[in-house]
T-cell receptor
Framework: DTGVSQDPRHKITKRGQNVTFRCDPISEHNRLYWYRQTLGQGPEFLTYFQNEAQLEKSRLLSDRFSAERPKGSFSTLEIQRTEQGDSAMYLC???????????????FGPGTRLTVT | GENVEQHPSTLSVQEGDSAVIKCTYSDSASNYFPWYKQELGKRPQLIIDIRSNVGEKKDQRIAVTLNKTAKHFSLHITETQPEDSAVYFCAASIRGFGNEKLTFGTGTRLTIIP
């Protein structure tokens, strides 16, 4: 499968613990997005990277959340001191932005479902 | 920021009939409108998209229409089949200027009745 992959697919953690998720985008894609999806809602934007640079963060992203894309390839999303309200599906998407700002569609990964007990 | 509203939240149609899902957006700068299909437990998958310089686009049984003046766009599925059952999300984005984040609607659960 050459699509976007995410690991783990499911994570159950206790309140107060730290968790880290990984996203591997489609190999030639230079843009990487993180979204959060709660039950019955559409995905909500969290943050995005252009290569290794994190260019924008949503106000939804509290100080407990941090994301990295160290070499412009895979990305990690860490949540510190998890709260029950963090329970959601965390989705990663990637896209290719080419010359003259031609952009191709965002392809989503399967998501990581986080449950905080 | 952009706000996308989607209706209806649930829709049941007889197999073979047509289904229509409607969305409105608030930011007149939005210029790209994709539709994603999400089956239970699976990733959202792009099924069709439309840019603001086009009023309608078709792909086999699926079509999308856009009214920029009214800021609304719609998904039309004809000759529905059981495999069309899923949650459909509309989204809006501003392409070509930095962050091209997608702002999604709240989804429509479509059920095709055999």
């Amino acid at each position: 499968d050459t699509g976007v992959s995410q690991d783990p697919r499911h994570k159950i953690t206790k309140r107060g613990q730290n968790v880290t998720f990984r996203c591997d985008p489609i190999s030639e894609h230079n843009r990487l997005y993180w979204y959060r999806q709660t039950l019955g809602q559409g995905p909500e934007f969290l943050t995005y990277f252009q290569n290794e640079a994190q260019l924008e963060k949503s106000r939804l992203l509290s100080d407990r959340f941090s994301a990295e894309r160290p070499k412009g390839s895979f990305s990690t999303l860490e949540i510190q001191r998890t709260e029950q309200g963090d329970s959601a599906m965390y989705l990663c998407a990637s896209s290719l932005v080419g010359g003259l700002a031609v952009t191709y569609e965002q392809y989503f990964g399967p998501g990581t479902r986080l449950t905080v007990t | 920021g952009e706000n996308v509203e989607q209706h209806p939240s649930t829709l049941s149609v007889q197999e073979g009939d047509s289904a229509v899902i409607k969305c409105t957006y608030s930011d007149s700068a939005s210029n790209y409108f994709p539709w994603y299909k999400q089956e239970l437990g699976k990733r959202p998958q792009l099924i069709i998209d439309i840019r603001s310089n086009v009023g309608e686009k078709k792909d086999q049984r699926i079509a999308v229409t856009l009214n920029k003046t009214a800021k609304h766009f719609s998904l039309h599925i004809t000759e529905t089949q059981p495999e069309d059952s899923a949650v459909y999300f509309c989204a809006a984005s501003i392409r070509g200027f930095g962050n091209e984040k997608l702002t999604f609607g709240t989804g429509t659960r479509l059920t095709i009745i055999p």
